[in-house]
């Protein structure tokens, strides 16, 4: 098992960039694709980006594909969000996600963490 702790939320102006960080804890870290999904007030859990066990493949969402990147770094444990050029419509809390997969829906991720809110003001 995986346990994930997402930190560097908050809450910034339009424009503005911000970086998400996921810290593991357990085994296998290298095993498990890693994502990040996202959920507005009212609506369903977003698939935003993904990347594979080594980091060598990555794939985003249409909605964030040039403005966020996702990494992971291995020996630490990690998977961050670089996120750019934020807007209102990026106001959610953010999840990273664990699977064996590598899948863009939310059914395809069995480890999760409490989330992290991100809020922009315009």
């Known amino acids: 098992q995986v346990q994930l702790a997402e930190s560097g939320g908050g809450t910034v102006q339009a424009g503005s960039s911000l970086t998400l960080t996921c810290a593991a804890s357990g085994d296998m870290f290298n095993r498990y694709a890693m994502a990040w999904f996202r959920q507005a007030p009212g609506k369903e859990r977003e698939f935003l980006a993904r990347v594979s066990w080594s980091g060598g493949s990555t794939y985003y969402a249409d909605s964030v594909k040039g403005r966020f990147t996702i990494s992971r770094d291995n020996a630490n444990k990690t998977i961050s969000l670089q996120m750019n050029d934020l807007k209102s419509a990026d106001t959610a809390v953010y999840y990273c996600?664990?699977?064996?997969?590598?899948?863009?829906?939310?059914?395809?991720?069995?480890?999760w963490g409490q989330g992290t809110q991100v809020t922009v003001s315009s």
């Open positions: 996600a664990a699977s064996f997969s590598l899948g863009t829906t939310s059914d395809w991720y069995d480890y």
